[in-house]
Each structure stands twice: as structure tokens, then as C-alpha cells.
């Protein structure tokens, strides 16, 4: 008798934590959704819609779904951060690696005491390329869907970013990542000047290929993209290589750093290359694991790793960088303070010292190279580079601006040259220029149409 009353309370018990457990679900259900609290006069992002109701510009190869429509407001962009969409991850997988790389940055200087002087002027610049390469990435892909000119705008920022993240990795590379042997043979003096001009000449080529050819994208503008890419690599590359050739891996701990950066950034270029995995699954990967996507996630994952690589580089280089590049092409100070350095290098050849850091230092005639950070001649060549650069955008941006019609506009009819083979669209002037919605009520295109 005492077991079965026990056993009742005990179920009643139970019952009533069950039923307050409910009100309080049904309560959460009831709170207000993150758009509600939006106040009514500040617009909110429109639904997705499919790739037919979007112009075929912002259209990507396999994916059917998921695009933001254009001619939105400014804000309902900003606002699709918080939206799923087939730009989400692109957006986010940068958006999270910058604040990921800030706090490996913190964890290592703490460690190391790290200290802005001389010898970390090149770590901080790799680290400036770094955050301006993602935060220019996630913007291209958050507001492109805007307008034409929005879309082409923010990609060539987009490809400026890279440019300088290319030629920020390599000043990491070769002061802290190089090989005496590697800087005396005849790549070293010009890699630095090979840096810059490859990084120019990337950009270019892709704002170029980004104005040229319309969609259906021909195989010419692929190329336009990779080959400016793989010669910049190869050569930004070239002292980690030697490196990892030359030097004993069980002796550094960074070279299996440097040999991760190196996979990620190959496992990179496959996904940007070749459109995979949706083009074995269309219409299945509008919203996740595009190649584009995982692209952005290996290249973030690279980034990170050439992080903690070139912090160890620096721990290990940066009590002989000065002596090694000299101090009046680093920072272009007084000749006392030269002066203090070759005695310091005198007093080490003395001591027999020199020989054991013969892996990380120069012989005391080599002419340092890092004047070419801070010198007039660079600011000289970066300003021209510059201005034609951005004479040449301008150009072409005036000349798109300028036409009547294009290959993307909603608006007018269209026909291509040569049945579009060669992927180069001109306006059919003669057409009509009325508004023209009917793109609106297409049915969503087959995957065999969407697959160029």
C-alpha cells in the first residue's frame, strides 16, 4: 500500500515537471522571430528565388536555387547576412576566419612577446593582406547581387584583396621562410619585384576577363584566372619549397606547417577550378558544399596555417633579420645604428657562432632586398601600377555604363556574336527597349541549360 502511494506521487510529481516543461517550450515558441523586432519602416530581404527569375550574370553553373533577387534596397543585402541563401556560407566562411586569425595573432604575440619593431614589419603587413583579402571577399559575395555595376565593382575590389594577400604572403616568405642558398641563387634578388608584378598582373587579367566575356563563360576566361594565379604562387612559393627540400623536417616544427598550407591551398584550386561537387549533383548543393565553398573554406584554412608557420619562422629569425636583410633597408635609419650591427655580425664571426646560423643568414656582403618594403623606388612603381590599373577599370566600366543594353539586363532583347561561342554578348540596338519582365514567369532552366 505505502509502494503504491509512493509510486502515485512520484508519477503526479513527474507529470507536473512535464507539463511546466511544455509551457515553457510553448512559451520560447512564442517570443518574437529576429524579424519582427526589424522595425516595419526598414525593409527586409525578399525570399530566394529560382536562377530563371534572376538575370544570367549573377547565375551560377548547377546551382538553381537560392539567389536574392536584385534591385533590392542596400540594407535588405546587409541584412541577408542573417539570411540562407546560396552566398551564406561564401560569406561566412571569411567573416569567421578573419576573427580566427585575430585571435591566433593575440595567442602568439603573448607567447612570443611580441613586439612591433623591425623585425615584425613584415609579419604585420602578411597579417594586414590577410584581413583586407577576407573582409574584401565577404563583402564581394554579401552585396553583389545588388545591380550589374554592384556585382562587377565589388568582384574587382574582391580581386585587389587577393593581389595584395599574394604579395603580403610572400614578404613572410622570403624573410623569414628563405634560405641563404635560395637568396643568393638568381631567383632571390628578383623575387620580391616578381612578387609585386604578379600580383598586378593577376588582378588585371581577372578584372579584364570580368569585363570581356559574358555568360556562358568560354574556357579563355578560366585562364585569364589560373595562369596569372599559378605563376604568382609558384614563384611566392618558391623559398618554402627550397626549404622543405633542403632542410630536415625533424630540425623545424614549422615545416610541417608550411607543407599543410601548401595541400590546403592545392585542395583550393581544385574547387575554384572545377565545378564540383554540384555538377554531379544539381540543384542539391544551392545552399552547401558548392566547390566555391569549400574553395573559401581551404583557403581559410591555409591562411591560418601560414600564420602559425611564419610565427614560428619570426620566433626562430627575429633576433638575426636585422643582421641578416641590414637595418638601413628595413627601416632606412641612421648610419651609428648600421654601424652597430656589422659589429654586432663581426663580434658573432668571432665568437664562431656564425657558422651554426649559416641556414638563416647571409654572408655580410649580400645587399638586403627588404629596402624594397620602404622604398621610394617601390611607392614610385605601386603608384603607376596603380593608376594604370585604375585608368584601366575606369575604361571599362565607362564602356559597359555606356551601353543601351547588355548581356545581363532584364530589359531588351539580346543576341550574342557568332551564336555565342565565343562568349562575347553586344546589344541588338534595332530591338525594343521597353521593360521587358517576362523573365519573371520562366520556369526554373534545366540543369543541361544552366551547366555552362
Not at 265 to 273: P, T, V
Request: net charge positive; charged share 15%; aromatic share 12%.
Amino acid at each position: 500500500m505505502y509502494d503504491n502511494e509512493a509510486f502515485s506521487a512520484m508519477s503526479g510529481d513527474i507529470l507536473q515537471r512535464v507539463r511546466t516543461l511544455t509551457l515553457n517550450i510553448n512559451y520560447f515558441t512564442r517570443l518574437p522571430r529576429p524579424w519582427d523586432i526589424v522595425p516595419t519602416s526598414l525593409q527586409c530581404p525578399s525570399p530566394t528565388v529560382q536562377a530563371s527569375q534572376v538575370p544570367s550574370l549573377f547565375r551560377e553553373p548547377y546551382i538553381l536555387s537560392g539567389y536574392r533577387p536584385v534591385q533590392q534596397n542596400w540594407r535588405c543585402y546587409l541584412l541577408s547576412l542573417f539570411q540562407r541563401h546560396n552566398e551564406s556560407l561564401n560569406v561566412w566562411s571569411h567573416l569567421l576566419a578573419g576573427p580566427v586569425l585575430m585571435i591566433r595573432w593575440c595567442a602568439n604575440a603573448g607567447a612570443l612577446g611580441y613586439t612591433l619593431d623591425k623585425s615584425s614589419l613584415p609579419l604585420c603587413l602578411f597579417m594586414v593582406s590577410c584581413l583586407t583579402c577576407l573582409f574584401g571577399s565577404a563583402t564581394a559575395h554579401l552585396l553583389q547581387s545588388h545591380s550589374e555595376h554592384a556585382h562587377y565593382f565589388f568582384f574587382c575590389m574582391d580581386y585587389v584583396g587577393i593581389a595584395m594577400y599574394q604579395y603580403g604572403f610572400s614578404l613572410g616568405h622570403y624573410f623569414y621562410a628563405s634560405e641563404a642558398t635560395w637568396r643568393e641563387s638568381c631567383v632571390g634578388p628578383l623575387y620580391l619585384p616578381g612578387a609585386a608584378f604578379c600580383a598586378w598582373l593577376f588582378c588585371a587579367c581577372c578584372c579584364f576577363a570580368k569585363f570581356r566575356y559574358r555568360r556562358p563563360y568560354p574556357v579563355q576566361r578560366k585562364f585569364y584566372q589560373v595562369i596569372p594565379a599559378a605563376l604568382a604562387y609558384l614563384l611566392d612559393i618558391s623559398p618554402v619549397v627550397h626549404r622543405l627540400v633542403t632542410v630536415t623536417w625533424t630540425q623545424e616544427s614549422s615545416q610541417l606547417l608550411q607543407a599543410l598550407q601548401i595541400a590546403s591551398f592545392l585542395l583550393a584550386a581544385l574547387f575554384f577550378s572545377c565545378p564540383i561537387p554540384e555538377r554531379f549533383f544539381p540543384g542539391h548543393c544551392d545552399f552547401g558544399v558548392q566547390g566555391h565553398q569549400i574553395f573559401h573554406l581551404c583557403l581559410a584554412l591555409c591562411t591560418i596555417f601560414q600564420l602559425e608557420a611564419l610565427f614560428q619562422e619570426y620566433a626562430r629569425r627575429r633576433d638575426t633579420l636585422v643582421a641578416v636583410f641590414g637595418e638601413r633597408q628595413l627601416c632606412h635609419i641612421k648610419q651609428r645604428q648600421l654601424n652597430e650591427q656589422e659589429q654586432l655580425v663581426a663580434e658573432l664571426q668571432r665568437n664562431h657562432t656564425l657558422s651554426q646560423s649559416t641556414r638563416t643568414m647571409a654572408p655580410l656582403g649580400m645587399t638586403g632586398t627588404l629596402g624594397w618594403v620602404l622604398s621610394p623606388e617601390v611607392g614610385i612603381i605601386s603608384l603607376v601600377a596603380f593608376l594604370v590599373l585604375s585608368a584601366t577599370l575606369l575604361v571599362l566600366c565607362a564602356r559597359c555604363y555606356k551601353k543601351p543594353t547588355n548581356a545581363y539586363a532584364v530589359n531588351g532583347t539580346m543576341k550574342v556574336k557568332g551564336g555565342g561561342t565565343n562568349g562575347v554578348a553586344t546589344p541588338n540596338v534595332g530591338g525594343n527597349t521597353d521593360l521587358d519582365y517576362s523573365w519573371r514567369d520562366h520556369k526554373a532552366m534545366p540543369a543541361s541549360t544552366l551547366e555552362k
